[in-house]
């Protein structure tokens, strides 16, 4: 506007003057002209230039926001120092740079003379703090086992990382060197992923409905009766259901109680509790092993374990059957890619002797690098429950008796204040299994194993078949996992409880091992009659 009031102002004083000479009138025009043509095209440059810059900014993206998005892809954090001025010094870039130069040196003349240190310095190019990172990882996969087990050792024994390297080993390392980690007494539990997402389950169905389809997924042709037996009455249609066949549980004959039918509807966790203790008895199975495997039992199983954080009794039996899928070892990789691992770890640390025993048992299984026994349902290793350098240099084996087990016939005599399983954490005098807490420290070369097997009166085992409620058929089938978990390698020293001591000597006559050793029963003042009398045993 302007522009066009300056140009009506110009016309206005040529048509109001005197009109000059013509030539004089003829210049002045032109210059005019001129002028006006010049503040046209530059205004118009101006405007135009404008226009497209402000169409340019408006048409370009902003990838920051997808620069922000990649960030979240990555973990790797650079740490900054404190001074900033060291950051962009030219010490720093020379002693960063001379740095790089001696790690090439060292690597290329350990190249040359075939040294000891060709494994050790590596050429990659990373910052001085992430250095022995990545050296440790690239020692963990290396060829020679010594190094890989010194490389796990390292990894931990070492506390002082920021997360984000504890992370980076967990992301970079192999099966090997997790199972390895999990195995060793004071790894730091940040080695290990969290197990990843589960998948959602369907609206119209629950756990409950989950594990009966798993469970009828399963073959049920050419099993033993007990299998059956538990298995179609896990598989019943409801709880109401399940609460009328329970009367044969009540009983001491297979006979069912009138009331026990009336007790109405079985608890969702006595469903599930059936179920799994069915999968237990298929999980001893190795192509069932499989079928479970592949229709997403790993997961179900693992989702059931963190549904039940105050059952340990599920959670027992749930590491019962991951520990029998475990004696697979192309189950292996899918036990650990489904984040077992991570959770066993956790589960080994725990305070609970019986839960403790159970997850070293199942990582026990899974190690292959240091271990050459497999422990089957119902084995378990007391100590050394990590791995460990020093021998062994004798097996000391737990039998139990009539209506006893594993853990609880070896615990320490029932104190009137803790007549619940719930100790008091102040009452570090109390142990509620003696061979694991007091033998272990006394004597720390032995190996303590404590075995399991069925010797209930009144149970759903009075469905089962006679032969296995024989003495035969409890020490063949003792015999047999006894031997896989390398039992008869070293000295073994026996000492059995009530129905145990039975069961034992059956099993050295079967076995032919020539024994030494003494057996006792657990009375105050008095040894079994299986045991001679003609010298005394110091013990």
């Given at each position: ?9 110009c ?16 210049w ?12 046209l095209?530059?205004?118009g ?54 740095h ?11 190249k ?7 494994d050790?310095?590596?050429?990659i190019d990373?910052?001085d703090?992430e ?34 390297q504890?992370?980076?080993?967990a ?14 007494k ?39 009766e ?25 009983c001491f ?13 079985v ?21 069932h ?12 199983l ?6 039940h ?8 039996n ?16 899918t ?5 077992w ?23 026990a ?9 497999k ?8 100590h050394?429950?990590y791995?460990?350098s ?6 000391v ?27 008091l ?44 409620k ?37 099993l050295?006559?079967r ?28 013990i």
């Amino acid at each position: 506007m302007s522009l066009a009031a300056y140009c009506i102002i110009c016309c206005r004083r040529i048509g109001a003057s005197t009109p000059p000479p013509q030539s004089t009138t003829y210049w002045r025009d032109i210059r005019n002209i001129i002028k006006f043509t010049g503040s046209l095209i530059l205004g118009g440059s101006l405007f135009l230039t404008y226009e497209v810059l402000a169409l340019k900014k408006s048409l370009t993206l902003d990838t920051q926001v997808v620069e922000r998005e990649k960030m979240k892809s990555y973990i790797y954090l650079h740490t900054v120092s404190l001074d900033k001025r060291e950051n962009y010094g030219i010490t720093y870039q020379a002693r960063k740079e001379l740095h790089k130069a001696v790690r090439k040196v060292l690597a290329t003349s350990a190249k040359i003379l075939r040294g000891p240190f060709a494994d050790t310095f590596s050429t990659i190019d990373v910052e001085d703090h992430e250095c022995a990172v990545w050296l440790l990882l690239r020692k963990s996969q290396s060829g020679d086992r010594t190094a890989r087990l010194q490389a796990v050792q390292e990894m931990s024994e070492t506390h002082h990382w920021h997360d984000y390297q504890y992370r980076i080993i967990a992301q970079a390392c192999d099966l090997r060197t997790l199972i390895g980690l999990a195995r060793s007494k004071e790894s730091d539990l940040r080695f290990f992923l969290p197990p990843p997402p589960l998948p959602s389950l369907n609206e119209d169905t629950c756990i409950e409905e989950e594990l009966r389809q798993l469970l009828a997924s399963l073959p049920q042709t050419e099993l033993d009766e007990c299998i059956q037996y538990f298995t179609s009455l896990a598989l019943s249609e409801s709880s109401q259901s399940l609460a009328a066949q329970k009367g044969g549980l009540w009983c001491f004959g297979g006979n069912g109680l009138p009331y026990a039918e009336s007790f109405g509807e079985v608890p969702s966790a006595t469903v599930e509790m059936f179920c799994l203790e069915a999968l237990v008895k298929h999980s001893e199975i190795p192509t069932h092993c499989d079928e479970i495997e592949a229709n997403g039992g790993l997961q179900l199983l693992q989702r059931l374990y963190q549904l039940h954080k105050d059952c340990p009794k599920i959670q027992r039996n749930i590491m019962r059957i991951i520990g029998n899928m475990a004696l697979n070892e192309h189950l292996h990789s899918t036990i650990v890619h489904s984040g077992w691992v991570s959770i066993l770890a956790e589960a080994m640390k725990s305070p609970r002797i019986m839960e403790a025993s159970h997850a070293a048992r199942t990582l026990a299984n899974l190690d292959r690098e240091t271990m050459r026994e497999k422990y089957q349902d119902g084995v378990y290793v007391l100590h050394p429950q990590y791995r460990t350098s020093q021998p062994i240099k004798a097996d000391v084996l737990f039998i139990h008796g009539l209506m006893g087990a594993a853990f609880k016939t070896w615990r320490q005599q029932d104190n009137e204040q803790l007549l619940t399983e719930k100790i008091l954490e102040d009452d570090a005098r109390y142990t509620t299994c003696w061979p694991k807490t007091w033998l272990a420290r006394d004597c720390p070369a032995l190996r303590i194993i404590s075995v399991e097997y069925d010797t209930s009166l009144s149970d759903w085992r009075t469905r089962c078949p006679m032969e296995r409620k024989s003495i035969a058929f409890r020490s063949d089938e003792l015999l047999r996992k006894l031997r896989a978990a390398g039992v008869g390698d070293r000295p073994v020293i026996w000492v059995s409880h009530s129905m145990g001591a039975s069961d034992l000597v059956y099993l050295m006559k079967r076995s032919g091992l020539q024994t030494q050793s003494w057996g006792f029963f657990s009375e105050k003042g008095r040894c079994s009659r299986l045991c001679p009398q003609r010298s005394t045993v110091t013990i």
